[in-house]
């Protein structure tokens, strides 16, 4: 789908606005005195995201792979979140790890792709002739 394709700029848009969002959301929650294990986390991965958006060009061009990185941690996080929620009988709690993983999907493909067009493959260069 032509229309959904990310650029450096909307990517790193969404990263700040996702990170500062969930920052000061789960910051709340840990100073009002609702501390959990998913607030802290949440916090970790906002201020991961906040990184990745400040530095997404440079990292695009010479570490993808810390991009990834970071994307695989926070779709193993969500997947954990899932089955946290599965198996304390909470299904009212699967739809939002369910969505994160979707989305974190396709950040990670969108990613992949603005690497890959930030190098395209070179030709080959022919080898010196024997003549």
């Known amino acids: 789908m032509a229309f959904l394709r990310e650029t450096v700029g909307s990517l790193r848009a969404y ?6 969002l969930s920052g000061a959301i789960n910051l ?3 100073v009002s ?4 294990v998913r607030s802290v986390g949440n916090l970790g991965f906002a201020v991961a995201y906040l990184y990745l958006g400040v530095r997404l060009k440079q990292l695009l061009s010479t570490s ?20 946290l929620y599965a198996l304390m009988g909470l299904p009212e ?13 396709y950040l990670f493909r969108s990613v992949k792709r603005l690497v890959a ?3 395209p493959p070179r030709a080959a260069t022919p080898g010196p002739s024997g003549a």
């Open 117 to 119: 067009d930030a190098n």
């Open 15 to 20: 990263f700040i606005i996702v990170a500062t």
């Open 64 to 83: 993808p792979g810390q991009i990834t990185g970071v994307l695989i941690a926070g779709a193993i996080y969500l997947v954990l979140l899932l089955v």
């Open 28 to 30: 709340l929650a840990l």
């Open 93 to 105: 709690l699967l739809v939002q790890p369910f969505v994160g993983l979707l989305v974190t999907w």
């Open 33 to 36: 005195g609702l501390p959990t």
